[in-house]
């Protein structure tokens, strides 16, 4: 049964509510204050009920996946798992949206979490082991030193709780986007872009201030994509937010750049 990785995963798991450890019972995580959670059927955990609706929803992450399918970051996974320890025994991904980078980037156990309900939906969708949780990263679910490696993909942080899960010789994998990411669908918003130039900088410093920063790896390519992979990227990307995408001219874009930074950092 789909419930059960979550039993079998149970001494890794903690209640977001209060920290505490669950135990199990019938079909449901319980933590000693009382606190219910009860794996769904479809295979995820929603931790947060009471979150309100994010911004995404199942369009873009469905855009988001069928330009991940044909492979327009597989430069980008394969650098973030030239990062990563060989078969590390637990990966969070904080923030991991649909999962699709989050399945390609597995540990031996590993945990998904967003707020998004829709993506982690989508993620769980065809079953598989990974523990796919509803939550927010201010709370994670996941036991104090209990992380090999965290995942923390064009994604917001929260360090505190990324500090507290990691296990000492544990490592933080950031991307985040460069100067010239996605720049020919900045050049066809032209002036409805609401912040005309990306710095890393503020992330990079807020990051060094609570973890070591061990190295900074620059990915920087183009690709040619074709009107429907460019009217994907138009919908996906958090750019054209508050703009309707069908104002874009999708055919106008014949090649897309790739430029994101990983970071990679220690306690
Ligand atoms: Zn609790």
Same mark, same amino acid.
């Given at each position: 049964?789909?419930?059960?990785?979550?039993f079998?995963?149970?001494?890794?798991?903690?209640?977001?509510v209060?920290?505490?450890?669950?135990s199990k019972?019938?079909?449901s !995580?319980i933590? &000693?204050n009382?606190?219910? +959670?009860?794996?769904?059927r479809?295979?995820?955990?929603? +931790?947060?009920?009471n979150?309100?609706?994010?911004?995404y929803?199942?369009?873009?992450?469905?855009?988001?996946?069928?330009?991940?399918?044909?492979? +327009?970051?597989?430069?980008?996974?394969?650098?973030i798992?030239?990062?990563?320890?060989k078969?590390?025994d637990?990966?969070?991904?904080a923030g991991?949206?649909?999962?699709?980078?989050?399945?390609?980037?597995?540990?031996?156990?590993?945990?998904?979490?967003?707020?998004?309900?829709?993506?982690?939906?989508?993620?769980?969708r065809?079953?598989?082991? &990974? !523990?796919?949780? $509803?939550?927010?990263? #201010?709370k994670?679910?996941?036991a104090?030193?209990?992380?090999?490696?965290?995942?923390?993909?064009?994604?917001?942080?929260?360090?505190?709780? +990324?500090?507290?899960v990691l296990?000492?010789?544990?490592? %933080?994998l950031? %991307?985040?986007?460069?100067?010239r990411y996605?720049?020919?669908?900045?050049a066809?918003?032209?002036?409805?872009?609401?912040? /005309?130039?990306?710095?890393?900088?503020?992330? $990079?410093?807020?990051?060094? /201030?609570r973890?070591?920063i061990?190295?900074?790896?620059? &990915?920087?390519?183009s690709?040619?994509?074709?009107a429907?992979?460019?009217?994907?990227?138009i919908?996906?990307?958090? !750019? #054209?937010?508050?703009?309707?995408p069908e104002?874009?001219?999708a055919?106008?874009?014949s090649?897309?750049? &790739?430029?994101?930074?990983?970071?990679?950092?220690?306690k």
């Amino acid at each position: 049964m789909s419930a059960d990785k979550f039993f079998n995963a149970i001494t890794l798991l903690r209640c977001p509510v209060c920290g505490a450890a669950f135990s199990k019972t019938c079909a449901s !995580l319980i933590c &000693i204050n009382g606190h219910t +959670f009860d794996p769904s059927r479809k295979g995820y955990v929603h +931790f947060a009920p009471n979150a309100s609706p994010s911004q995404y929803d199942r369009d873009l992450f469905e855009a988001r996946r069928r330009i991940l399918e044909a492979g +327009f970051y597989d430069a980008v996974i394969n650098a973030i798992r030239t990062a990563m320890p060989k078969k590390p025994d637990v990966v969070l991904d904080a923030g991991c949206g649909d999962g699709t980078f989050t399945k390609r980037l597995q540990g031996k156990t590993t945990v998904g979490i967003d707020l998004s309900k829709d993506a982690i939906q989508l993620a769980a969708r065809g079953g598989g082991p &990974i !523990l796919w949780t $509803v939550g927010d990263l #201010t709370k994670l679910p996941v036991a104090d030193a209990s992380v090999n490696v965290i995942l923390n993909l064009f994604s917001p942080a929260h360090y505190a709780e +990324f500090t507290r899960v990691l296990k000492p010789d544990g490592t %933080l994998l950031k %991307l985040v986007p460069g100067k010239r990411y996605l720049e020919e669908i900045r050049a066809l918003m032209g002036d409805r872009l609401r912040k /005309e130039t990306y710095s890393n900088e503020a992330v $990079v410093s807020h990051l060094s /201030e609570r973890l070591r920063i061990a190295d900074r790896v620059p &990915i920087t390519y183009s690709l040619p994509l074709n009107a429907e992979q460019a009217r994907d990227f138009i919908r996906m990307t958090p !750019l #054209t937010f508050g703009t309707c995408p069908e104002t874009l001219d999708a055919t106008a874009l014949s090649k897309i750049t &790739i430029d994101v930074e990983l970071l990679i950092a220690q306690k």
